[in-house]
């Protein structure tokens, strides 16, 4: 019998086939085979050059924890010098308020070693009358909300029985309580020294307002009876003075020439005016002494009465006025029209020569106060002289181009003044004046 290829009769395969198993093996390892010398080889170098990325990374990031732990260890340091060298008291309390930490200031404040201190209560160094205060501020900040910080004033008792008043900052940190605590007790004695020079100041002011008014009063009254006493005589040198003049060609040999006439003239036009400047002081001063009925104000019907007064200055002259709307403002009537009397007065006057004359009012209020200005194109002021501009008898342009007596602003600015207000005005010669009269909103105290 024959026997298909490859078969044997001990059944193992033929040496062909094997040959083809084996060089197959070489070139293809089966699954499952164990690995070459060089497969572990390269397995083994793979490992290790893996762990040795490990052992790097390891490297740089123990590198960078020690820089970690270097700039944190410094930043430590910087705060807690902050910390000890802080001006104000710092101390750090447990939920119990117990001393846990405190810095250089707040040991001086106490007058305690930080040996002393830690592991206390805070309570213990606070006055008894602050106790109950400071323990409501703990229990706030430990409770539930936790509030973002506490102010309290308070009295600390430092050593050697000494005390003293406190601010008191609190806030919760954690678990932890901070509390700032920095010493004001300059700022509350200077501020008991300033409520008792308060108390006494406003009683020196009261005294010193009674004898201002008093001497006020005689000073009017001395100047009122002054002005009664001078006006007879004053009247009777100007009666007698015409009687002389009409006699003294009679009385003379030869007639009396123009130089006598002259100096009898001289003599009655003298008297005359200080007749009339007595009566203008005489007015000046009642003008204080009468009572004044401070009510609410239009002074838009205030500047209406005003223009209907001096309608005669009017006559034969080109004026033209530009009035903003006013308000209305808490004073007396009779005599704030007297203020804008005078000043618009002033502005027609100081005008005369302009052939078209400019006069504008107008209005500003701020906070405190109503301002009024009155502006003209008139011949206007120095500024060098503004310091003489509401004194009384005071001019600053000559007598003979402008008549006047050097009363109206003087009248003006007291009148203003007793109404709480204030007056002041700029010029520029020949290029006109204004005057402002800055009023209050709320009403002055009036005497």
Known sequence: MGHAPGDSASGRPSPDLRQQAEDRLLTQPLAGTTPTLEQLQLEFQLQQHELQVHQVELTLQNEELQRSNSELEQARDRYRRLY????????????????????????????????????RRFLLFVDEASRTSLAALLKRLNGPGQP??????????????????????????????????????????????????????????????????????????????????????????????????????????????????????????AAERVQVLAEALTEYFRLGRQRARFIPVSLEKVLTEVRKTLRPQLEGRVVTWTQEPLPTVTGDSRTLQLVFFHLLDNALKFSAARPDVQIRISAQENAREYVIL?????????????????????????????????????????????????VWGEGKEEEGARFWVALPKRPAQHH
């Open 148 to 269: 973002r910080g506490q102010r309290l004033e308070l009295r600390l008792l430092r050593q050697g029985s000494d005390v003293l008043d406190g601010q008191l900052d609190a806030v919760m940190s954690g678990a932890d309580i901070q509390v700032a605590v920095t010493d004001i007790s300059a700022l509350k004695g200077a501020q008991a020294a300033i409520l008792a020079l308060n108390e006494t100041l406003e009683e020196r002011v009261a005294e010193r307002t009674t004898q201002i008014h008093e001497l006020n009063e005689e000073l009017e009254t001395f100047v009122h009876s002054t002005m009664q006493a001078l006006d007879t005589p004053l009247r009777h040198i100007g009666s007698f003075a015409a009687l002389l003049r009409q006699k003294l060609p009679q009385l003379t040999d030869p007639p009396a020439d123009h130089t006598q006439q002259h100096y009898l003239q001289e003599v009655v036009s």
């Open 84 to 119: 000890d060298l802080a001006p104000v008291g710092y101390f750090s309390l447990d939920p119990g308020g117990h001393i846990t930490e405190v810095n250089a200031a707040g040991r001086a404040l106490l007058g305690l070693g930080r040996e002393q201190l830690l592991g």
């Open 374 to 422: 009155i502006e003209d194109n008139g011949v206007g002021f120095n500024m060098r002289q503004k310091g003489r501009l509401f004194a009384l008898f005071q001019h600053l342009h000559s007598a003979q181009q402008f008549t006047g007596l050097g009363l109206g602003l003087a009248m003006v600015k007291r009148i203003v003044l007793r109404h709480g207000g204030r």
